[in-house]
C-alpha cells in the first residue's frame, strides 16, 4: 500500500513522508486530524491475506501494554484492501548510533529458513586484534537499563519479541529515552498452538541457538539478542561473521569469543553482562539480572515491568465450581446445539485465567479438541472485530489439516460460499485450498447479500471443523465487540441450524443482553472465597519473594474482598519497605495516587469525576493540557492500572476499577469535586453541536450546581438529538429538562409533548408517548383541532403498538366522531353497514381515471384526516377486520364525494386488497384500484405515498394467492417505508405480518423462522407487544416443525395466553390455529381432537370465517381434524372431510383448490377409493407446486410414494426437501398436513377400487 505525501486515510491521518520500509511493511510519518499531533502509520507493504495476517498480529502483540520503554499503538484499522495501524512518533537513533556513533553500521537482514538445525560449518570468526574501546560507556549503560525494563515487562506480559536487534530499538536524542520498535514476529507464550510448522524467522546474526535449531523461541531468545547487541556495542563487530546458514551453524556449535578478546578497556561488569546473555544453554543464560547489576553500577534501578503480576503469570486457586460448569456447558454443545457460555467478571478478577485454565485441562482430556481462540481488542477498528480473531484461528487450524493430511481433506471442510467468507475475512486467503480455488464467476455486489452469504459459509464451516472434533471458540474481552459482531453472533447461533459447538466469551458485566434464541449461559466470576485467597495470599508471597506475617495475611484477604487484582497490590505492599502505614485497599490507592507527579493526579481526578469514559481532546481541554501531554501521561496511568480504555469505545478513558473511583473521588474536597464538574461542562459544551456526550454536559453543570443551566442545555442538546434524528437520546434529554427546570404549564406541555415525539419516533415507550400526545392533545383542542386530531391519532398508534387494544378501540371511536364518522357498535350493524357501503360503491364505480395531482403540501406531508384513516386501517384488521373494511369502505365514497386526491389515492391503494379480502371475484376492481393511484402516488416524492401503493398492490397478488409475487410488493414497501427518518413502526409491523403470511403458506420454513425471529427481536426492543404477540401466534410453525412439540409449547407459553391481546381478535383465531396444529402433529386422541373441531366450527361462523384467505385455511385445518379422527377410527368423519373438500374446490382461489385437492385425497383414501386419493395428490402436487406451495406438494408426493404411485426420484427429492427445511419429524410432519392415510381395516366388502387396468 504505496501512500504519497498528502494522502489522507479514514478522514483523519495525513501522510507527510515515509520514516522507513521493511520486507512486510511500510513506516510512514502523518499528521492524526482527531488527537492533533503526529503519528506514525505502519501499513502493508504489499497487499496479501498473509500480510493483513501478520500486521494484526503485530499490533496485537502489544495493544494491550503500556510501557515507557515499548512502543505506544494507537489503533488498527482494517476494511477491504486498506489495513494499517497508528503507534506513537518515535524520533531518534538506533542503538549502535546511540552508544558509539554513525562511524559505525552493521547491515543485518531478517531472514527466513526453513524448519530444523543448520548445517555445520566452518567457523567464520576470526582471531582479530585487540583495539580501543569506542563507544560512550555512560549511554551504554543508560540504554541497557531501560531495554532491561522494556523486555522485562513485554516477557511479564507472556510475550517473546523474537527480533530485537539495533535497528528495532530507538532511542530519542533530546530525551535519551529509549523505545523497542517492530514486534512482527513477537509470538504468545501462552496461546494455544494451531500453527501448521511454520519457518523460523528472524534475523540470523542476532538469532539464539535454540532457535538456529528451530526450536520455540522464549523470554531467553530475546535475552541472547540484547548480549549480540551489547557485543556489537563494545566490539563494533559482531560474534560471528559469514553468511545467515553459516552464522547460525556456528552458534549452535561453539561459543563466541568474549568482548575482551577484541577491545581493551572493557568494565568488568559489562564484559560479565555479554558473556553470561551469550551462553548456548538457555537454561544457563542471564536476563534482567545481568541488566540490574549494570544499571546499579551507574546508580540506576531498574524498576519492576507493572504494577501487577499479568493474570496468566498469577497463581491459580479455586474456581472448581466455575470450571465444573464450563465444563458441562462443553457437554452439552456436543449434542446437537450450540451453547454460549458468558464468563463475566470486572477487570482483574481472572476471567482469562480461568478460561485458560479450564481450556488446559479440557485440551489434555480431549486430544482432537478443535480449539479457535479469538480476542476482542480495545483500539482496533476492523469489521467483525470481536470475530477476526478467530478466523484467524480457523485460517491456522485449516492450514495445519493441510500439514498433517492433504489439501483435498482441507478442501473437503470447505463451506459453498468459502469466496464470500474471504471477502469479508481476506486472511482466509492464506489458506492454499481456498486460495487454489476457482473464484466464482458471479461476484456479489449487494452489501446485505454478501453478508447473509458470508455469515451462512461462516456457519457452514464451523459445523464442517466439528467433523475434526469439538470445537470450542473463545472470545476474550468480548465487551469491545462491534454491533456488527453481535449480530454476527446472533446469525451463527440464533437460529434453527447453528452449529453445534461451545462458544466462550470473557467480558466485563455490562447491559448487553444476549441475543433472542441463543443459548447461553452467565457464569459470573464471583470474588474468590476467604480459604480461595488466603491460599493465593501465600503465593502471591511466595512468588514476590516477600514474606507477610500471618497475622496481617488475615487483614490482606479480608481487605482484597477476595478480588486477585486487589490482592496482589495489597501483597506487593505488605514488605516493610513499601507499607504506606495500613493495609486499606483505599489507602493503598491514595498512597500511590499521591506519589503521581500533579499533572498525572489531576489527569486521573477528572476521569474518576466524570462517571463515563473521557475522550483525550477533552481530558486536554478539562485539565489544560496538551493532547501529547495527556497521552503521555495516560501511558503512565494505564501501566499503574489506575485508568483503562472505556467498555465500548477505546479512545476514551475510565478508571480501572469502580474501588479507584470511590478513592479517589472521596479524597477531593466538596469544592474541587464541583471545579472538576464545571471543568468538564465547558470541555465538552465546546462541541456540544457535534458531541455525543451532550448529555453528560447537562449532568456535569446540574452537579456543578447549575441546575437552570443544565435544563435549558438538556432543552438544547434534545432539539439538536432530533434534528440528527436521534430520536433515543432526545427523548432521555427531554426527561433530564423536565426534571432540572422550573417550568411554566405551558413550557412543561410543550416538553412533554416533544418527549411523545421523540419517543414515538424512536419506536419506544408506547404507553408513556401515548399519555403525552393525548395530554397535549387537550391542550390543542381550543387553538388548533386539526393539530389535536393528528396528535390523538398519534396517541392511537402508540396505544395498539403497546398492546392496549380496549383503550385503543375507545380512542379511535371518539376520533371518528370527531370527524363525524360514527363507528357501528356491533358485529352484526358492522356488518349491515359495510354491505351498505360496498353497494354504494359498486352502483357509483370507480372513476376511469383521475384528473386531480396532489399538491405540493400533499407531497411533502399528511393531512390529519389521511393520518387517521392510515392508524386505522393499520390496526384495525387484526382486531375487527369487517370494522376496518366498513371503515375503508366508508372513507372511500367520501373521498369519491369530496375529490380529496390524496385520500382517494390512499383508499384505491387498499382498495385492491380490501376488495378481494371478502370476495376474491373482484379482481378487475383490485386492478383498476391500481391503475388509479398509480400515477398519484406513483409518482409522488413522498415514500409512504410510494409505500402504500406497492404494498397494495401486494395485497392483491396475497389475496389471489400469487404469495411470491406478494412477498415481492411487501418487501419493497418495507424498504421505503425503513428508508424515512420518522418511524412508521405500525405499518412496518403489519406488513411484515403479511410477508412472513406469504412464507408460511409458501412452506418456506427456514425462511419463515428467519423472519420471526427477526420480528421478535425488532418488536422486544420497540416494546412493541402487538407484533411480538402477533409474530408468535401466528408464525410458530417452524419451530414445532424443526424443534418439536415441546419447543413449541415453551414459545407459546413466552405470552399470557389469557390477556385480551392474544384471546380477541385475529389472534385468538391464530392461536386456535396453532394449538389445532400441535393436536394433529402429536396425533392426540379423538375426544381432543373432537374439542379442537369445536372451536373451529365457532370460528368458521365469525367474520374470520368470511376473509377468503383465512376462510379457506379455516375449512382446510377442520377437514384435517376431521380426517385425523377417521385415522383414529370414529366413523363418518371421512365424509365430512369430503364434504368440506368439495366446499374449497368450488372456490375461484389457487390455494384454496390445493387445499380441497390435500382433503379429498385423504378422503377418499378413508373411504377405499385408491384411485381417487391417487388422483388426487398427483392433482395436489402438480397445482402446489405451479404456485409455490412447495411443502404441500412434496407432503402430496410422499404420500403417493406410501402408497405404492410415487417414483424413487420423487421420493428423493421431496426428502431433500423437508431435510433444507430442517424438519425434525417427517411422519409428524406428513400427518399434520396430509392426515387420512393411516392404515386402518376397511369396511367388510369395501375394497379398494383400482382402474381396470390396473386391476
Known amino acids: 500500500m504505496g501512500l504519497a505525501s498528502g494522502h489522507v486515510l479514514r478522514d483523519r491521518f495525513e501522510v507527510r513522508g515515509v520514516l522507513g520500509r521493511g520486507g512486510m511493511g511500510t513506516v510512514y510519518r502523518a499528521f492524526d486530524r482527531s488527537l492533533g499531533v503526529e503519528v506514525a502509520l505502519k501499513a502493508v507493504r504489499h497487499r496479501s491475506p498473509q500480510a493483513f495476517y501478520r500486521l494484526k498480529a503485530e499490533f496485537r502483540a502489544l495493544a494491550d501494554l503500556r510501557h515507557r520503554h515499548l512502543v505506544r499503538l494507537g489503533e488498527l484499522f482494517g476494511g477491504s484492501d486498506e489495513w494499517f495501524f497508528s503507534m506513537e512518533l518515535v524520533e531518534g537513533m538506533d542503538f549502535l548510533h546511540w552508544v558509539r556513533g554513525a562511524s559505525h553500521v552493521i547491515d543485518s537482514e531478517r531472514v527466513t529458513l526453513p524448519p530444523g538445525p543448520p548445517e555445520d560449518g566452518d567457523s567464520g570468526f576470526r582471531r582479530r586484534r585487540r583495539k580501543a574501546p569506542h563507544f560512550h560507556e555512560a549511554r551504554l549503560r543508560g540504554v541497557l537499563a531501560q531495554l532491561g525494563e ?41 496461546a494455544h498452538d494451531t500453527g501448521s510448522g511454520e519457518h523460523v524467522e528472524g534475523t540470523a546474526a542476532y538469532m539464539s541457538p535454540e532457535q538456529a535449531k528451530g526450536l520455540p523461541a522464549e523470554a531467553a531468545a530475546d535475552w541472547y539478542a540484547v548480549g549480540v547487541m551489547l557485543f556489537e556495542a563494545l566490539t563494533g563487530c559482531l560474534p560471528f561473521d559469514g553468511p545467515p546458514l553459516q552464522i547460525l551453524a556456528q552458534k549452535v556449535a561453539e561459543d563466541p569469543p568474549s568482548p575482551s578478546e577484541l577491545t581493551v578497556g572493557i568494565a568488568p561488569d559489562l564484559e560479565r553482562a555479554c558473556v553470561g546473555l551469550l551462553r548456548r544453554d538457555p537454561a544457563e543464560r542471564g536476563g534482567a539480572e545481568l541488566l540490574r547489576e549494570i544499571a546499579s553500577a551507574q546508580g ?29 456447558a462443553f457437554d452439552d454443545g456436543r449434542r446437537g446445539k450450540p451453547v454460549m457460555a458468558r464468563v463475566l467478571g470486572e477487570s482483574g478478577v481472572g476471567k482469562t485465567a480461568l478460561v485458560r485454565r479450564f481450556l488446559d485441562e479440557l485440551a489434555e482430556a480431549v486430544p482432537e479438541l478443535v480449539l479457535l481462540e479469538g480476542r476482542c481488542y480495545a483500539h482496533e477498528l476492523v469489521p467483525y472485530k470481536a470475530w477476526d480473531g478467530v478466523v484467524d484461528a480457523i485460517s491456522r487450524q485449516l492450514r495445519r ?79 469491545w465487540a462491534d454491533r456488527d459482531s453481535r449480530l454476527l453472533l446472533e446469525d451463527l447461533l440464533a437460529v434453527h441450524d447453528a452449529p453445534p459447538l461451545l462458544l466462550v466469551t470473557t467480558e466485563r458485566p455490562s447491559r448487553d443482553e444476549t441475543p433472542p434464541g441463543v443459548h447461553a449461559r452467565a457464569l459470573p466470576l464471583e470474588p474468590l472465597a476467604s480459604s480461595e485467597t488466603l491460599a493465593l495470599a501465600r503465593e502471591l508471597g511466595v512468588r514476590y519473594g516477600q514474606e507477610v506475617a500471618e497475622g496481617e495475611l488475615a487483614g490482606v484477604v479480608e481487605e482484597s474482598g477476595g478480588h486477585p487484582m486487589f490482592l496482589q ?70 501501566g499503574e492500572q489506575l485508568v483503562r480504555s472505556g467498555p465500548t469505545d477505546a479512545a476514551r478513558l475510565e478508571p480501572f476499577h469502580d474501588r479507584i473511583r470511590e478513592a479517589v473521588i472521596d479524597a477531593l474536597e466538596p469544592d474541587e469535586r464541583a471545579r472538576h464538574h464545571a471543568a468538564l461542562a465547558a470541555a465538552l459544551g465546546e462541541g456540544a453541536a457535534e458531541s455525543e456526550d451532550d448529555r453528560d454536559v447537562v449532568r456535569h453543570l446540574a452537579e456543578a450546581g447549575h441546575r437552570e443551566r443544565a435544563a435549558r442545555a438538556a432543552e438544547a442538546a434534545a432539539e439538536r438529538a432530533t434534528r440528527s434524528l436521534a430520536f433515543d437520546r432526545a427523548s432521555e434529554l427531554y426527561r433530564m429538562a423536565l426534571a432540572l427546570g422550573r417550568h411554566t404549564p405551558s413550557e412543561q406541555l410543550r416538553l412533554r409533548l416533544a418527549l411523545s415525539d421523540a419517543l414515538a419516533n424512536a419506536g419506544q415507550g408506547a404507553l408513556e408517548a401515548a399519555k403525552g400526545f393525548l395530554e397535549a392533545a387537550d391542550a390543542a383542542d381550543t387553538t388548533d ?128 386488497g380490501v376488495c378481494l379480502t371478502f370476495n376474491a371475484s373482484n379482481v378487475e376492481q383490485a386492478q383498476h384500484a391500481v391503475r388509479l393511484a398509480t400515477p398519484v402516488f ?79 427481536r425488532d418488536a422486544a426492543w420497540r416494546g412493541n407487544r402487538y407484533l411480538w404477540t402477533l409474530s408468535t401466534v401466528a408464525f410458530g410453525l417452524p419451530i414445532l416443525l424443526q424443534d418439536g412439540l415441546e419447543a413449541s409449547r415453551r414459545d407459546l407459553e413466552q405470552l399470557d395466553l389469557e390477556s385480551p391481546l392474544v384471546r380477541t381478535g385475529a389472534n385468538g383465531w391464530y392461536l386456535a390455529r396453532a394449538e389445532a396444529e400441535e393436536a394433529l402433529y402429536d396425533d392426540r386422541s379423538a375426544a381432543e381432537l373432537a374439542e379442537h373441531v369445536a372451536v373451529m366450527r365457532r370460528y368458521r361462523r365469525t367474520q374470520f370465517g368470511l376473509v377468503v384467505t383465512w376462510g379457506a385455511e379455516l375449512v382446510w385445518l377442520l377437514g384435517r381434524l376431521h380426517l385425523a379422527r377417521a385415522d383414529a377410527g370414529v366413523p363418518g368423519e371421512a365424509k365430512r372431510a369430503l364434504k368440506l373438500a368439495k366446499n374449497l ?94 392404515e386402518a381395516a376397511l369396511p367388510a366388502g369395501d375394497a379398494p377400487r383400482l382402474p381396470a387396468g390396473e386391476r
Not at 503480576?309 to 460448569?325: K, M, N, Q, T, Y
Not at 469466496?419 to 464467476?441: G, T
Open 938 to 1016: 406513483g409518482t409522488s416524492p413522498n415514500p409512504d405515498h410510494q409505500a402504500w401503493l406497492t404494498v397494495g398492490n401486494g395485497l392483491r397478488h396475497y389475496f389471489t394467492g400469487h404469495f411470491e409475487r406478494a412477498l415481492t410488493e411487501f418487501r419493497r414497501g418495507l424498504e421505503l417505508w425503513s428508508s424515512v427518518p420518522v418511524a412508521h413502526v405500525a405499518n412496518i409491523s403489519q406488513v411484515s405480518v403479511f410477508a412472513m403470511g406469504c412464507l408460511r403458506y409458501m412452506g418456506q420454513l427456514s425462511e419463515l423462522r428467519s423472519e420471526l425471529d427477526r420480528a421478535r
Open 150 to 190: 522494556g523486555l522485562a515487562a513485554l516477557h511479564a506480559a507472556g510475550r517473546v519479541h523474537r527480533d530485537v536487534k539495533p535497528s528495532n530499538v530507538v532511542v530519542e536524542a533530546d530525551t535519551g529515552r529509549l523505545v523497542v520498535l517492530d514486534f512482527g514476529l513477537t509470538r504468545d507464550t501462552h
Open 401 to 479: 489439516i493441510e500439514g498433517l493430511t492433504s489439501p483435498a481433506h482441507a478442501a473437503w471442510l470447505l463451506p459453498k460460499n468459502v469466496h464470500d467468507l474471504a471477502r469479508v475475512f481476506p486472511v482466509l486467503q492464506r489458506v492454499p485450498a481456498i486460495a487454489d480455488l476457482v473464484p466464482p464467476s458471479e461476484k456479489v455486489e449487494n452489501p446485505e447479500r454478501l453478508r447473509r452469504r458470508a455469515f451462512d459459509a461462516l456457519r457452514e464451516l464451523l459445523r464442517n471443523l466439528g467433523r475434526e472434533g469439538p470445537v470450542v471458540v473463545w472470545i476474550d474481552d468480548f465487551h
Open 569 to 638: 497490590q495489597l501483597i506487593r505492599r505488605a514488605s516493610k519497605s513499601e507499607r504506606p502505614g495500613s493495609l486499606r485497599l483505599d489507602d493503598v490507592i491514595r498512597t500511590r495516587v499521591a506519589r503521581l507527579e500533579p499533572s498525572a493526579r489531576r489527569l486521573l481526578e477528572v476521569i474518576c469525576v466524570s462517571g463515563v469514559p473521557l475522550a483525550l481532546r477533552t481530558l486536554g481541554a478539562a485539565t489544560g493540557l496538551e493532547t501529547g501531554r495527556v497521552s503521555e501521561l495516560l501511558s503512565e496511568l494505564e
Open 300 to 328: 540506576q534501578k531498574l524498576r519492576s515491568a507493572s504494577v501487577t503480576l499479568p493474570v496468566d503469570d498469577s497463581p491459580f486457586v479455586g474456581r472448581d465450581r466455575e470450571i465444573h460448569a464450563l465444563r458441562r
Open 1145 to 1238: 374446490l368450488r372456490r375461484p382461489l389457487s390455494y384454496a383448490r390445493i387445499f380441497g385437492q390435500a382433503l379429498l385425497a385423504g378422503a377418499r383414501h378413508r373411504l377405499g377409493d385408491l384411485a381417487g386419493s391417487r388422483a388426487a395428490l398427483e392433482e395436489c402436487a402438480v397445482r402446489a407446486e405451479l404456485h409455490g406451495h412447495e411443502l404441500v406438494a412434496e407432503a402430496a408426493r410422499l404420500r403417493l410414494v406410501q402408497l405404492g404411485f410415487g417414483s424413487a426420484s420423487q421420493e428423493r427429492s421431496a426428502t431433500r426437501f423437508f431435510e433444507a427445511q430442517r424438519v425434525r419429524d417427517l411422519e409428524a410432519t406428513l400427518r399434520l398436513f396430509m392426515p387420512g392415510f393411516r
Open 785 to 912: 383541532p386539526d393539530e389535536a386530531l393528528t396528535l390523538r391519532t398519534r396517541a392511537l398508534e402508540q396505544l395498539a403498538m403497546s398492546g392496549h387494544t380496549e383503550q385503543a378501540m375507545e380512542l379511535l371511536r371518539s376520533l371518528c366522531v370527531a370527524v363525524g364518522v360514527r363507528l357501528p357498535r356491533t358485529k352484526l350493524g358492522a356488518l349491515f353497514s359495510l354491505l351498505r357501503r360496498r353497494l354504494q360503491i359498486r352502483l357509483r364505480g370507480l372513476p376511469e381515471r383521475l384528473d386531480a395531482e396532489l399538491t405540493d403540501s400533499m407531497k411533502a406531508t399528511e393531512s390529519p384526516i389521511y393520518r387517521l384513516y392510515t392508524a386505522a386501517f393499520v390496526h384495525l384488521p387484526i382486531l375487527d377486520p369487517i370494522l376496518a373494511n366498513e371503515l375503508h369502505a366508508r372513507t372511500l365514497v367520501d373521498a369519491l364525494r369530496e375529490d380529496d386526491t390524496e385520500t382517494l389515492a390512499l383508499c384505491l391503494s387498499r382498495e385492491a
